[in-house]
């Protein structure tokens, strides 16, 4: 078997083709060991990594417990609501200081001998450390080593390279465009785990395009149409499609909670399905969020973490007016899981050459795949592009897909 060197142009000629002559990824891209690996650290270890919902947070005292990469990392907010980071390590002698996610009160302290910090990672107790000073000790030293945090709307991220752009940059253009929701005020309903025998490209891929919709998903194709489909994207790390309109003509299920207040005319009547690179999964709708975060675990596993947020101008609803919108999502998941599975299968033992992408209804793969690229061959995160938008109103661009009959106002 020839080892391929994915830190080198050569490896990615047919992804940076243009879109009309680029094909998919290889399949060593997803079945791969040394590809998931290497992934791990050109990518998880580099790029902006969401690790859950900003509200899971939202007070001092709370720990979240995550993996990043190879790494562990815990989260909480000092007793001044400063967001911070630090890696999951006693700066003693390297203990895990917490297994899973917890309350702490005002202390980080570690199992093994005791060691305590703050909420802000300095250390403040070292137990019977001092019977026998130490000349060379001070304990402004030795505080946690800090990792850098960060939150947008109900997101909240991780990202340990100091290289790579802040989290404003990453975004783009995301932030104002997403703007009228006003998403950092939306109030979880639910969560629940689902786990993919596939890897976490081909879930994120699956959700970009609207390709499969008929076939795979006929119930969401009834208010998700694919005539109804345009493409969503601005300066970014992410890749974005619309529904414009959401029809509740044949379905009208998730149409039964309340819209959010303010929303102007088009993200009223609108869905936006917008993946962020590199791991997350969000779907906007007028009356709520579906939010799927993937966790890889191994080439061949993906955890996806998926949680359901309303505005809060919905107030209190019943079990009864949200399960309709739930259930809806569970379904199309159990959907998914079936078709991306199958195409796990299909490139662990197939593993034959990839096809050509379809510019119809692919371009958002081709600007996913070229992110990959560059995070594989760059040296430095400090020489990340950040993709530009399509151009409203320019065919080249759009693929065919039309022009939005109710356009973000963004794009106006």
Not at 144 to 164: I, K, N, Q
Not at 367 to 387: C, E, G, K, W, Y
Request: proline letters at 7%; one cysteine or more.
């Amino acid at each position: 078997m020839t080892t391929i060197d994915w830190t080198g142009d050569a490896a990615w000629i047919s992804t940076r083709q243009p879109m009309r002559k680029s094909s998919g990824l290889p399949p060593e891209a997803y079945t791969g060991t040394d590809f998931y690996e290497l992934e791990k650290d050109k990518v998880f270890s580099r790029a902006w990594v969401c690790v859950g919902i900003a509200a899971d947070v939202a007070s001092s005292g709370k720990l979240l417990v995550r993996d990043v990469g190879d790494r562990s990392v815990i989260i909480t907010r000092d007793n001044d609501g400063v967001l911070r980071g630090f890696f999951n390590s006693c700066r003693h002698r390297g203990t895990e200081l917490a297994e899973a996610d917890c309350e702490v009160a005002n202390t980080i302290r570690c199992p093994y001998h005791r060691w305590g910090y703050s909420l802000d990672g300095t250390l403040v107790s070292t137990p019977l450390f001092d019977e026998v000073p130490r000349d060379d000790f001070d304990k402004a030293d030795f505080g946690l080593a800090s990792v850098r945090v960060d939150t947008w709307g109900v997101l909240l991220f991780v990202c340990l390279d100091d290289d790579t752009p802040d989290l404003a940059t990453w975004l783009g253009d995301l932030p104002e465009r997403m703007a009228g929701y006003e998403l950092d005020n939306w109030v979880k309903r639910s969560e629940q785990e689902l786990t993919f025998r596939a890897n976490w490209k081909l879930v994120s891929e699956n959700f970009q395009e609207y390709y499969h919709l008929t076939w795979v998903h006929p119930e969401l194709a009834k208010v998700s149409r694919v005539a109804d489909h345009y493409r969503y994207q601005g300066a970014g790390m992410y890749c974005g499609q619309t529904t414009t309109p959401v029809s509740g003509d044949d379905r009208d299920d998730w149409l039964l909670l309340p819209p959010a207040s303010g929303l102007d005319a088009s993200d009223l009547v609108s869905g936006r399905f917008v993946a962020i690179f590199p791991n997350v999964l969000l779907s906007v709708l007028p009356n709520h969020v579906w939010v799927m975060r993937l966790s890889p675990d191994g080439p061949g596993t993906t955890v996806e973490t998926c949680t359901l947020l309303l505005p809060p101008s919905t107030g209190e609803v019943g079990d009864d007016v949200v399960d309709p919108t739930l259930s809806f999502w569970v379904d199309v998941n159990s959907e998914d899981i079936d078709i991306v599975e199958a195409g796990q299968r299909g490139l662990a033992k197939g593993a034959v050459p990839p096809g050509p992408l379809a510019p119809r209804f692919e371009e958002p793969l081709h600007r996913f795949q070229n992110i990959l690229a560059d995070h594989f061959t760059l040296s430095s995160m400090a020489d990340i592009a950040v993709p530009s938008g399509d151009r409203p109103g320019n065919e080249d661009d759009l693929f065919g897909s039309g022009f939005n009959p109710e356009p973000p106002a963004i794009e106006t």
